[in-house]
C-alpha cells in the first residue's frame, strides 16, 4: 500500500528466476571426500529475480514479476510469499514438465555462501509479449538479470527501453551476451567479479572498479555501480566516478545482499533520485540485509532503511 498518496507509487516490472532454497548453516564448505555435520536446514523463497522483486516492493514500489514456477507445492510457496509483499504475480508462468528451480546454499559461520542453483523452471521462460508489453507500459523501470533464458531477457530489454522504461541490468550469472544490449540498459549493476569479466581486467578496489566502470560505460551503457561486498560500491557516470562505503556490520549471512542493493536503486531510480542517492540507499539496505539470515526474509523495508544510519 501507498504510504503518502501524495508521491505516487513507481511502478516495477521485473523479469526473472524464483528458486526455492535450500539452505545449509555449515560451520566451514565442505572440501573434497569431506563428510560434516550441518547444523540446519531451511527452506526459503529465493532467485535473483524474486529477491529483486520483493526488495522493490519492501522499498514501496509497486511491482509485476515475470517469471516460471513449476507445476509443484515449491511453485505454489514462490508465488503466495509474492503476493504477501503485495507483488503483481499474474505473469509468473507455471511450466508443466520442468520443476520449480532451486538452490542449495551452503552459508559458513563466517555469514560467506556458496551456492549451487538447478535452474529448473526457470530455463523454460518464454512471456507472453501483450502481458509484458501492457505492465511495461505503466512502468518507470524495468529490472532483469541472467537466471532466465538470454533470449527472453534481451527480448524483454528491447520491448522494456522501447516502452521508455529505464533497463537496470544485473548480469548474473556472467555469460557472453549480444553487444547490442549495452545501448538498451540505462544502468549496469555488477559485483567485482561480474565487472572483471566484463571489462576483461582485475577489480578488488574501489580504484580499479572506477576503471572499470568507465571501461564499460565506453560500450554504450550509460551508468554504471560496481558493488564491492563490505568495501560498498562505485558509481560512475557521466560526471565520473564516486565511491561509497558500506557500514561496519555484524555480518551473519550475505545472501542477497546484491539483489537488495539492486532493488533498493531501482526504485530510487523510478523516483528520479540521483545515481549517488540510489546507491547510498542501496548500501544501507544491503547493510541491514546482510545482519539477517536467508534470502527473502532478510530484505529490509523503506521504513527500516530510512531508521539506519545515514
Ligand atoms: P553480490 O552479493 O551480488 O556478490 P556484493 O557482495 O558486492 O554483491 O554485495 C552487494 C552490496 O551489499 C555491497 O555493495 C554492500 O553495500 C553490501 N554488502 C555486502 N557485504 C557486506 C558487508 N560485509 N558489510 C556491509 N555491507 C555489505
Known amino acids: 500500500m501507498n504510504p503518502d498518496p ?15 532454497d535450500l539452505v545449509l548453516r555449515v560451520p566451514h564448505a565442505p572440501a573434497a571426500g569431506e563428510t ?4 540446519s536446514i531451511h527452506r526459503i523463497p529465493g532467485g535473483k529475480g524474486g ?11 509497486q511491482v509485476s514479476l515475470v517469471g516460471c514456477i513449476g507445476a509443484d507445492a515449491d511453485g505454489e510457496a514462490l508465488r503466495s510469499a509474492l503476493q504477501e509483499d503485495g507483488i ?15 538452490a542449495v546454499i551452503l552459508v559458513e559461520d563466517s555469514g560467506q555462501n556458496r551456492i549451487v542453483v538447478i535452474a529448473g523452471a526457470n530455463a523454460k521462460l ?11 507500459a505503466g512502468a518507470q523501470v524495468f529490472v532483469t538479470q541472467f537466471e532466465t533464458p538470454l533470449a527472453q531477457v534481451q527480448r524483454g530489454m528491447e520491448l522494456a527501453h522501447g516502452a521508455g522504461c529505464k533497463v537496470v541490468l544485473n548480469p548474473s550469472p556472467m555469460q557472453p551476451f549480444d553487444a547490442a544490449l549495452w545501448p538498451l540498459i540505462d544502468t549496469l549493476v555488477v559485483n567485482e567479479v561480474e565487472a572483471g569479466a566484463l571489462a576483461g581486467r582485475s577489480v578488488a578496489t574501489p580504484i580499479e572498479a572506477a576503471e572499470a566502470g568507465a571501461a564499460l560505460r565506453a560500450r554504450g551503457v550509460a551508468r554504471v555501480i560496481v558493488t564491492l561486498g563490505a568495501a560498498g560500491a562505485v558509481a560512475v557516470d557521466a560526471d565520473g566516478a564516486r565511491h561509497h562505503p558500506a557500514p561496519q556490520v555484524k555480518v551473519v549471512d550475505t545472501t542477497a545482499a546484491g539483489d537488495t542493493f539492486l532493488g533498493t536503486v531501482a526504485v530510487a531510480l523510478a523516483s528520479n533520485q540521483t545515481l549517488d542517492e ?24 523503506r521504513a527500516e532503511v530510512l531508521q539506519s544510519p545515514p
Open 6 to 20: 501524495s508521491h505516487p507509487m513507481p511502478h516495477i516490472v521485473v523479469l526473472g528466476s524464483l528458486n526455492m
Open 36 to 39: 560434516l555435520h550441518g547444523q
Open 51 to 61: 529477491n529483486q522483486a520483493v526488495s522493490c516492493a519492501r522499498q514501496g514500489a
Open 88 to 102: 503483481d504475480t499474474d505473469a509468473l508462468y507455471t511450466d508443466l514438465a520442468a520443476p520449480t528451480g532451486t
Open 126 to 136: 518464454q512471456f507472453d509479449e501483450a502481458a509484458l508489453q501492457a505492465r511495461l
Open 278 to 301: 540510489a546507491a547510498a540507499l542501496g548500501i544501507r539496505a544491503a547493510a541491514l540485509c546482510v545482519t539477517r539470515p536467508g534470502a527473502q526474509p532478510s530484505i529490509p523495508t
